[in-house]
């Protein structure tokens, strides 16, 4: 699934729109969500009934969204300069639900997934559409890898763990 907060990542989806047509095309069991304002590309329409808008929901409806999800699909558009100011947010939502996340390896998302242990990180077109297909094949395995990230969302953003830090940060400056 892909998740959109507001309607400015029309182009990020975009950027994958060849990838997730090819993955619909040879799996057909794969179904896309679509979460938020986000525009389905026209190229979606060959694929009724297996890609679904979702209407936007308040935040704290979010989570039971995303736990429905076995896949969350973080893209960036390339050469979108946006991106340098990103958070990890994206990945954090849906680790805290044991979801993991396939990610364009911009810096805040390279600080949030480990690769291949609780997330995949992936670049261009063809090594999408291979990590789309590697985990739409080997259900353990994205569920190994939402695991994964759910400790490690827990280990490290929960407020406890950010009191350490800053904790930690604090006693640095004496």
Not at 35 to 52: I, K, M, N
Request: aromatic fraction near 6%; glycine fraction near 6%.
């Amino acid at each position: 699934g892909y998740a959109s907060g507001t309607p400015t990542h029309d182009a990020d989806l975009a950027s994958i729109v060849e990838p997730l047509a090819r993955l619909l095309r040879e799996r057909p069991e794969v179904e896309l969500r679509l979460l938020g304002p986000v525009r389905r590309p026209a190229s979606f329409e060959a694929f009724e009934g297996r890609v679904v808008s979702l209407a936007h929901v308040p935040w704290p409806l979010l989570p039971e969204r995303l736990r429905s999800l076995d896949i969350n699909l973080a893209p960036v558009a390339r050469g979108c300069p946006f991106a340098a100011a990103k958070s990890e947010l994206k990945v954090l939502e849906s680790a805290l639900v044991g979801v993991p996340t396939v990610a364009s390896p911009i810096d805040a998302y390279r600080g949030a997934i480990e690769d291949g242990v609780d997330g995949l990180l992936v670049d261009r077109d063809q090594a999408w559409w291979e990590a789309l297909s590697s985990l739409a094949g080997a259900p353990r395995m994205a569920a190994e890898m939402g695991r994964a990230a759910a400790v490690k969302a827990r280990r490290r953003y929960v407020p406890e763990a950010s009191a350490r830090q800053l904790l930690a940060m604090l006693a640095d400056l004496r």
